[in-house]
């Protein structure tokens, strides 16, 4: 075990929890308020890094400008899908939705799969990238610290939207009492679009993300989305301040395990989904 | 009734026969190694109209059935029972994936049809208690294997590193069945030639599950001291494993990697100078026909190759082609002695099947690999020198 | 009564029906049966796991763990013929009762947990043992490499007597008949749970757990035996499937595809059912294997429209669907439309489905 590289595993981890924020928001939101489970979540980050990238290949954009015109498109996306489909299912049992969205997250993959091939794709240029700042002897990622500050802002923004708008506290209503706030006056259905769209436009900014760090596939999502519904199921549904909490214990625990373990990296899953599961449980025990 | 069928079985099969021969392909068309299947395809695709153009095969036109295996194994057995007996063909070409490979073992033996085989490069040589495939089918005279096994592979990767002159290599692999069994064999050749190696480090891959952060394991390969990096990993962990190399002001000699491929248009990225890849197939080649093969494929795919699977399917339905106009009939010994004795041409320069350790048709070896260096943006051959386009230059 | 006798009349009939398939694939169709046969396998393979898996659905717990029952399955086969070289009968009850040992364990401690939470920390469960059997010594679980397994059925070529197809054809039947015989199995229990007072007791846990306690339900007991039948099945099914393949590794076998595929089934077929599942097991793999034959390319975005409209169509499934014709030719009431599809729960007057069943009210 070597302690020197401690300092730079506690500081990579607290960054790369943005990253984890960054790509959970936006399923909480989803579940939270409306309460779709939404299997095609990770097919949004995978549309959202392959708009940025075919931003860049036809216009030169770089991924920063790409997230203008990325946010609103995949808000388009998921609007188009709530309207055609999701809205026919909200009343349905949970697991009517899942089969639903993951129809679409195989629709979704396999069109891009039509369109822009199975290779790995790249982003050439972002200059930022590789980007590193030395302090006190420890790297300051320009990328994770990046995704840091956007997922905080993201976050706080969505958690003063939800707790001081108007359109939070119909979301708050009818994420609480959906047959109440239908009885009030709320356009419920118009919350929900509202709710589902913004879902996936902050999925567009997280994909974005992926798009930098990663290179775009069709099954680039994959990875995210199953460790962004257990960040938001440790956060608790519909806690979204929780998301902050959650992400940073377990981009941290992952962080010193992957540092100071001996092939500790292939042990990051291992340990990420076992907090998942000790906290569930032990939560569930607790309260009882 | 059955006598009925039969005779409309046999019928239908003579039709087939008289309109040519047709060869049975197994590519993974979707899911997660639709990169490699779909360039498999596109190199099939090629070879296949030039070889029509050139006359087909027995005088009539060569025909091929392409079946996705997903790179399932059940779905791949069903695809291959569905080529050998409602397409009848004689002839199995593509390949992919080692748990696919091992599924189609028993029925391989049963139908034994002439087996030419791309993928699967688990050979099992050097794994204790494991039997890969070359250890599964390698001594079948009917099967026939195009791409290098595993330590053919590794061969070329430490052959490389012992040529720079580095003392030390730090050895980061990913930890699935690709990168993870090679690695110990790999850290023992570097030691054998005299190198040292301070770390061997496995790290999650992008394909299998990771989310693309290797900070960690890179601060290890920085703090072990080693004068070079060498990873094994997947063509998806090429983009966050070079950027965060310089991410963190890690500075080895040379940064060499081994993924199956290259991500599409990282040529342009700040990223790849002066990153070093071991590689099948490159246009600069000096052979006059990986010049005609990038040329053509463009002209075909509207773009180059990504991926040197596209070579190898390419140089494979040529050897097929090749060999049942050389044995002048689809008779299975004839076509077989034809592809053992034959010389073929590809996109990698002339090649021939050879016994390797124990399989009997050995096609590409350890000769086959390259390593080039991205050099202001563009792919330098620094290795082997008869090959050199521009000498291998220091990242420091 | 006149149910059971029923059901039994219809699950012989079935059973007959499928130990008489493949001789009959063979005399309609000659060397093809040997693909359609393993095509047919694939979907009898996708069948057991949705059925295993609806039967702990049917108590309200979804679960996200199948893939680690078929992977404990397998690898309890592949580990124990590596280590002691047992007879290939052995591992596979083996391996049902590793998967049911593990079920137990996992079953129990999340017994307090409800609908995501649950759901997400079985997924965790079963990233974790994936994880955790990759990082055994190579020399027990094969590493990353995993394990070869011997094939159970090697039928030997006769040259002059026989055609190589046949060869294939004998191994196909094999393993159809093995699958055919753990469907049965998977019927009869399924029939027995919703026949007896578990199906009520299952139903209650899943509408109101609370509610099924004051009723005299021990939900733990309850939720434990479902947990322990749907995984000894799956279990089964990953030491047959182990030996068919040839080999495991973890990323193979602790696939999060199986997992998906088994809940994805069921709910095609219609949930909380015996014939919905297998139904839904049949259409969907014709329905993909046709797509495959038709499109070049692009095919699996035929099938994610299939997905798409089969929830917006058909609400409840196939078996809903069958009901609702059924119904809407005067057939009769519930509970007619045949003893597998056992329709009471199909046509939902116990809130199988139902947009109005409390137990999917969501937390």
């Not at chain 1, 026919?88 to 891009?112: D, H, R, S, Y």
């Not at chain 2, 290890?220 to 060498?230: N, R």
């Not at chain 2, 048709?361 to 390259?370: D, L, R, T, Y």
Request: proline content about 4%; hydrophobic content about 55%; glycine content about 12%.
């Amino acid at each position: 075990m070597d302690l020197s590289l401690l300092p730079q595993a506690v500081v990579s981890g607290v960054l790369a929890s943005g990253l984890y924020a960054l790509v959970s928001v936006g399923l909480a939101l989803a579940i939270g308020v409306i309460g779709i489970v939404n299997f095609a979540h990770g097919e949004f980050f995978m549309v959202g890094a392959f708009l940025a990238y075919q931003l860049f290949v036809s216009f030169g954009f770089d991924p920063l400008l790409s997230l203008l015109f990325v946010a609103p498109a995949l808000a388009v996306i998921g609007a188009l899908i709530y309207l055609s489909s999701i809205r026919f299912v909200l009343k349905a049992p949970e697991l009517n939705q899942m089969l639903l969205t993951f129809g679409i997250g195989i629709i979704l993959q396999n069109l891009a799969l039509l369109i822009w091939g199975g290779d790995p794709r790249t982003i050439a240029n972002v200059p930022y990238r590789s980007l590193g700042f030395q302090v006190g002897g420890v790297s300051i990622g320009a990328v994770p610290l990046g995704s840091f500050v956007i997922s905080l802002v993201l976050v706080t923004g969505l958690y003063w939207v939800l707790a001081a708008t108007p359109l939070g506290r119909a979301m708050r209503a009818v994420a609480q009492n959906r047959i109440g706030a239908g009885l009030v006056g709320l356009e419920v259905n118009r919350v929900y679009l509202v709710a589902f769209a913004l879902s996936a436009l902050l999925a567009g900014l997280g994909g974005v993300m992926i798009g930098v760090i990663q290179s775009p596939t069709p099954t680039v999502g994959l990875g995210f989305t199953l460790k962004a519904f257990a960040i938001v199921v440790l956060a608790g549904l519909g806690n979204i301040r929780g998301i902050v909490g959650a992400a940073l214990t377990v981009a941290l625990a992952e962080s010193l395990v992957a540092t100071l373990v001996p092939n500790g990296d292939a042990l990051r899953n291992m340990v990420f989904f076992a907090i998942i599961f000790v906290v569930l449980v032990w939560r569930s025990r607790r309260v009882a | 009734m059955k006598r009925i069928i039969a005779t409309l079985v046999v019928a239908l099969f003579a039709i087939a026969m008289a309109q040519g021969v047709t060869i049975g392909v197994l590519s993974p068309l979707t899911g997660g190694a639709a990169g490699t299947g779909q360039a498999q395809k596109a190199g099939f695709e090629l070879a296949l109209a030039e070889i029509n153009a050139a006359g087909g095969v027995l005088g009539q036109p060569l025909k091929i059935v392409i079946e996705d295996t997903k790179a399932d194994a059940a779905t791949g057995v069903a695809a291959f029972e569905k080529l050998m007996t409602e397409d009848n063909v004689e002839f199995i070409a593509g390949g992919y994936s080692s748990g696919v490979t091992l599924a189609l073992v028993e029925s391989f033996r049963t139908f034994q049809p002439v087996v030419s085989w791309i993928g699967g490069a688990v050979s099992g040589v050097g794994i204790d208690g494991f039997d890969g495939i070359e250890e599964l089918l390698g001594a079948e005279p009917w099967f026939f294997h195009v791409h290098p096994w595993d330590y053919q592979n590794t061969e070329a990767s430490t052959s490389f590193m012992a040529s720079t002159g580095v003392k030390s290599v730090a050895l980061l692999h990913e930890d699935s069945a690709f990168g993870g069994p090679g690695a110990i064999a790999a850290a023992g050749l570097l030691q054998n030639a005299g190198m040292s190696v301070p770390l061997v480090e496995a790290f999650k891959s992008t394909l299998t599950g990771g989310t693309g952060d290797f900070r960690a394991t890179i601060a290890k390969a920085a703090a072990s001291g080693a004068d070079a990096l060498f990873w094994i990993g997947y063509d998806s962990d090429v983009v966050p494993l070079t950027s965060q190399i310089r991410e963190l002001k890690y500075d080895p000699q040379y940064i060499f990697g081994a993924p199956p491929g290259w991500p599409s248009e990282f040529d342009a990225a700040p990223e790849a100078q002066c990153v070093a890849g071991l590689i099948g197939y490159l246009p600069n080649l000096p052979n006059p026909e990986a010049k005609t093969f990038l040329d053509s494929y463009v002209a075909m795919h509207g773009k180059a190759p990504d991926n040197y699977m596209a070579a190898l399917a390419y140089a494979q339905l040529w050897s097929y082609a090749d060999a049942i106009n050389a044995a002048g009939s689809t008779d299975q010994d004839a076509v077989i002695a034809a592809l053992e004795s034959g010389t073929f041409k590809s996109p990698m320069g002339e090649w021939s099947f050879k016994p390797s350790v124990i399989a009997l048709h050995q096609g590409f070896g350890s000769e086959m690999w390259n390593v080039f260096q991205f050099q202001n943006g563009v792919r330098e051959i620094v290795w082997p020198l008869a090959r050199a386009t521009a000498p291998l230059q220091s990242c420091r | 009564m006149r149910g059971i006798a029923r059901d039994l009349v219809v699950t012989v009939a079935f059973a007959i029906l499928l130990a008489f398939l493949p001789g009959l694939l063979r005399e309609l169709f000659g060397r093809a049966s040997v693909s359609y046969l393993s095509l047919a396998t694939n979907a009898l393979v996708l069948a057991v796991l949705a059925l295993s898996w609806d039967m702990l659905a049917r108590t309200g717990q979804l679960s996200l763990a199948h893939a680690a029952f078929t992977g404990a399955g397998g690898y309890t086969v592949a580990v124990l013929f590596k280590l002691t070289g047992a007879p290939l009968w052995l591992g596979i009850p083996l391996g049902g009762l590793v998967a049911a040992v593990l079920a137990l364990g996992l079953g129990s401690v999340t017994l307090r947990l409800f609908g995501i939470y649950f759901a997400i920390a079985t997924l965790a469960f079963t990233e974790v043992l994936k994880a955790a059997v990759q990082r055994l010594p190579t020399a027990v679980a094969g590493g990353a490499a995993g394990i070869n397994v011997p094939a159970l059925f090697r039928p030997t070529f006769v040259p002059g007597t026989m055609e190589r197809w046949e060869v294939a054809f004998f191994r196909n039947q094999g393993y159809f008949w093995v699958y055919a015989g753990l469907l049965v199995a998977a019927i009869v229990i399924s029939l027995v749970v919703q026949r007896s007072r578990l199906r009520a007791a299952f139903t209650a846990l899943r509408t109101n757990e609370q509610v099924a306690g004051v009723m005299g339900v021990n939900p733990a007991r309850m939720k434990l035996l479902a947990f322990v039948l749907s995984s000894f099945l799956a279990g089964l099914l990953g030491s047959v499937e182990a030996h068919r393949l040839g080999s495991v590794s973890p990323d193979g076998a602790f696939s999060v595809h199986t997992t998906v595929l088994a809940l994805v089934t069921p709910i095609f077929g219609g949930l909380y059912t015996t014939l919905g599942p297998i139904l839904g097991a049949t259409v969907l793999a014709g329905i993909e294997e046709t797509l495959k034959r038709t499109f070049s390319e692009g095919y699996l975005i035929g099938y994610g429209v299939v997905l798409v409209a089969s929830i917006l169509f058909m609400p409840r499934g196939l078996v809903g669907l069958i009901g609702k014709l059924f119904r809407g030719r005067g057939a009769g009431g519930t509970g007619r439309a045949g003893a597998l599809a056992d329709a009471r729960g199909a046509s939902g007057t116990d809130g199988a489905r139902g947009v109005d069943d409390p137990a999917e009210e969501r937390a």
